[in-house]
């Protein structure tokens, strides 16, 4: 479902109707009138549509966590809010770029359309940049020939699955966070599909290396076994962000988790 044509389409529908009766039809209403249903159903929702729209396509648009793929950042569940003018303010609908205010860094958190199907959003963690040269070899993630700094931070414990994960911290630039690796799971990326710029990418029994090519990231889940991403389906278009994610605004499961992430 594309909320934000929706909510476009009921904005236009209220505007013309607060129009026609801001300019016309209260003109000829008498003063002690009733107002028709239109306007008290229509009409007089425009300015609160209008306020939603506005903050929704370029300040601040509240997304669910549906999976555990950026586990142990982010839970399944976990309401979070998301900078939309971070990388540049976009038309909404379209969402054609018109002011370019910045670029994501290694480490953010972004919000994207996913490639392969561009009506679903997705949330990953940056680790490549446009001209990277990114390498995730027997689970040893390198940029440029530098290893990324981890340090092992004890065990995850997956309360659904009854399970232990091994904890690790990462720095990406000047970005802490956390990450899962599981043990035994394989080095190798399985059921890579063909996505634009693949010729970038070599992939073995040891995991894969890959250039980002220009107006591209490399995206990963912190869930690193669990996650469907630039590993399996490619890179994401600039023009495919659709902002920063920096704020768990409430979680239904738990509620101390309100206020956290960063």
Not at 22 to 27: G, I, L, Q, T, V
Not at 56 to 67: N, T
Not at 76 to 102: E, H, S, T
Not at 238 to 250: C, P
């Amino acid at each position: 479902m594309n909320f934000a044509l929706i909510l476009f389409i009921l904005l236009v529908i209220s505007g013309v109707l607060w129009a026609a009766d801001r300019f016309h039809f209260r003109k000829r209403r008498a003063s002690d009138a009733k107002e028709p249903l239109w306007v008290e159903y229509g009409a007089s929702f425009f300015p609160v549509i209008l306020a939603v729209f506005l903050l929704r396509s370029f300040l601040v648009e509240p997304f669910k966590i549906p999976s555990g793929s950026m586990i142990p950042t982010l839970l399944v569940g976990d309401f979070i809010a998301v900078k939309k003018y971070a990388y540049g303010i976009r038309l909404p609908v379209v969402n054609k770029k018109i002011i370019d205010i910045g670029q994501p860094a290694r480490g953010d958190v972004v919000v994207f359309r996913y490639p392969p199907d561009p009506s679903l959003d997705y949330i990953k963690r940056v680790v490549g940049l446009p001209g990277d040269k990114v390498a995730y070899l027997n689970k040893r993630l390198t940029i440029n020939g530098q290893p990324v700094e981890v340090r092992r931070a004890g065990d995850y414990f997956d309360a659904e699955r009854l399970f232990y994960t091994p904890l690790y911290e990462e720095r990406l630039g000047d970005r802490e966070h956390m990450i899962l690796i599981e043990d035994d799971a394989p080095a190798f990326v399985p059921h890579v599909m063909q996505f634009p710029h693949r010729d970038k990418c070599l992939y073995n029994t040891e995991g894969f290396v890959c250039e980002v090519p220009p107006g591209h990231y490399f995206v990963m889940g912190d869930n690193r076994d669990n996650s469907q991403d630039s590993r399996v389906w490619g890179f994401v278009p600039d023009e495919n962000l659709v902002g920063k994610a920096f704020f768990i605004w409430f979680n239904f499961g738990d509620l101390k988790r309100i206020g956290g992430f960063r």
